[in-house]
């Protein structure tokens, strides 16, 4: 069974602080690792994707990766109020024989909230 | 990146009726898109995998007689819910690839949602 554990929060940070988001997977034969932002009733918005371990810099983002740990991060530096969201991180793991569709796995979010 | 449409954005139907709900990618060839379904206050669920040109792959628990997947082109991918009930009213999301196994980008469409009374 793939795991994609994420706390809920909410999380709370000031403006203007760096925001950190981990997530954990149970699944070692992951390979590709995601962040999205999902606004309340509205639909994922990819933000981020790391494949290697290390850091991945775009922007005010920043996701790391750690394949041994079995974890994924995201900083926001610099939080906004328009952080503000629920962020979600999604991992893809090789289908298995008989297994069913290949695609992502979810975590169940963490709800940010950045206070001005 | 990519944009994903989704049409429409909200339905409301009747119980036992038929809705279809189209996706397309707009500025990219997407040979696999994929299906989520989201209930208030949960993650996503992947519900099937949809191949151009060949069956969609169904995750456990998701009936496939029920929720129809057609991707015709490599731009349109549909999902019909056939014979709803209320409990099928959700946030029904697309999303398409975009690049090689293991080295891609996945981007989501607007949503649907789906009210079924």
């Known amino acids: 069974q793939k795991e994609v554990e994420q706390n809920s929060g909410p999380l709370s940070v000031p403006e203007g602080a760096i925001a950190s988001l981990n997530c954990t997977y149970s699944?070692?034969?992951?390979?590709?690792f995601f962040w999205y932002r999902q606004y309340s009733g509205k639909s994922p918005e990819l933000i981020m994707f790391i494949y290697s371990n290390g850091d991945k810099e775009d922007g005010r983002f920043t996701a790391q990766l750690n394949k041994a740990s079995q974890y994924v991060s995201l900083l926001i530096r610099d939080s906004q109020p328009s952080d503000s969201a629920t962020y979600l991180c999604?991992?893809?793991?090789?289908?298995?024989?008989?297994?069913?569709?290949?695609?992502?796995?979810f975590g169940k979010g963490t709800h940010l909230i950045i206070q001005p | 990146g990519a944009v994903v449409s989704q049409h429409p954005s909200r339905v409301i139907c009747k119980s036992g009726t038929s809705v279809k709900i189209e996706c397309r990618s707009l500025d990219f060839q997407a040979t696999t898109m994929f299906w989520y379904r989201q209930f208030p206050k949960q993650s996503l669920m992947l519900m099937a995998t949809s191949n151009e040109g060949s069956k969609a792959t169904y995750e456990q628990g998701v009936e496939k007689d029920k929720f129809l997947i057609n991707h015709a082109s490599l731009t349109l991918s549909t999902l019909t819910v056939t014979s709803a009930h209320p409990e099928d009213s959700s946030f029904y999301i697309c999303s398409a690839r975009v690049g090689l196994a293991y080295s891609y980008e996945q981007y989501f469409g607007p949503g649907t949602r789906l009210t079924v009374t």
């Open positions: 699944d070692r034969g992951s390979q590709s």
């Open positions: 999604a991992v893809n793991s090789p289908p298995r024989p008989g297994g069913g569709a290949d695609g992502l796995t």
